[in-house]
């Protein structure tokens, strides 16, 4: 997860040339909005790619509208929910959702998949003082459930900031095809959470405190 200056065996040098970073520094596209009232990431303190939430648009079981990526993006206590589509513009299929509001500004958020398996992207909540660890079940095509406070389950304890400092979730890092997540240590190690659950297996010995974050 660290950058490296050495060569790839399909770069054609420094990893400053080779033709992936190239494409990272070059090919990137600006996502934006058509109105500018839509625009809540001037003020977003997290924005998280949760996977592809509506799925493809259609109006007769026939995909007429492929589906892409969307993004949740965290204003302070509002979670607001951004419908990737073709232009690039986060409001030019559908307007953004407010999917929830109250004590956001307290979570670290982390995309774990369809952790549930109903066949709707899920999310994950770390409160970072209570050291709560909390999944959001989606259930629909405009983010119901990724933002309800009574329709969330505590799955964790103890990730506090102070413990856990930095948290990201991957669908299956193994072979389980259930979700995992990584985490810094306050000792200075880097976690393994195989299927989010038991006190964690140290893959890494020493250096994670100086990232300042996992994705």
């Known amino acids: 997860m ?3 200056t050495t060569s790839s065996p399909a770069s054609t040098g420094p990893i400053g040339t080779s033709p992936f970073a190239r494409s990272c ?9 058509f109105d500018e009232a839509n625009n809540h990431w001037q003020n977003a303190d997290q924005i998280l790619a949760i996977g592809d939430v509506d799925g493809p648009l259609d109006t007769d079981g026939t995909a007429e509208v492929a589906g892409y990526p969307d993004l949740l993006m965290k204003e302070g ?3 607001w929910l951004y419908f990737g589509s073709a232009s690039f513009y986060l409001d030019d299929a ?3 959702v407010l999917v929830g509001s109250g004590s956001w500004s307290s979570y670290d958020l982390a995309a774990p998949g369809d952790r549930t398996g109903n066949g709707h992207v899920d999310l994950l909540a770390r409160h970072r003082t209570n050291g709560e660890l ?3 079940a989606g259930t629909g095509p405009s983010g119901e459930g990724l933002g309800s406070g009574p329709q ?11 413990h856990r400092p ?9 072979s389980d095809n259930k979700t995992d997540v990584f985490a810094t240590g306050g000792d200075d190690k880097f976690y393994l959470y195989p299927n ?3 006190s964690g297996v140290a893959v890494g010995t020493q250096g994670w405190l100086d990232f300042q974050a996992l994705s």
């Open 2 to 4: 660290a950058a490296s």
């Open 25 to 33: 520094q070059y090919d990137r596209q600006e996502l934006a909005v």
């Open 77 to 79: 206590n509002f979670l």
């Open 94 to 96: 559908r307007e953004p």
């Open 134 to 136: 909390r999944l959001y």
């Open 152 to 162: 969330s389950t505590v799955i964790g304890s103890g990730w506090t900031r102070s």
């Open 166 to 174: 930095l948290v990201t979730a991957v669908p299956d890092a193994g």
């Open 196 to 198: 989010i659950s038991g």
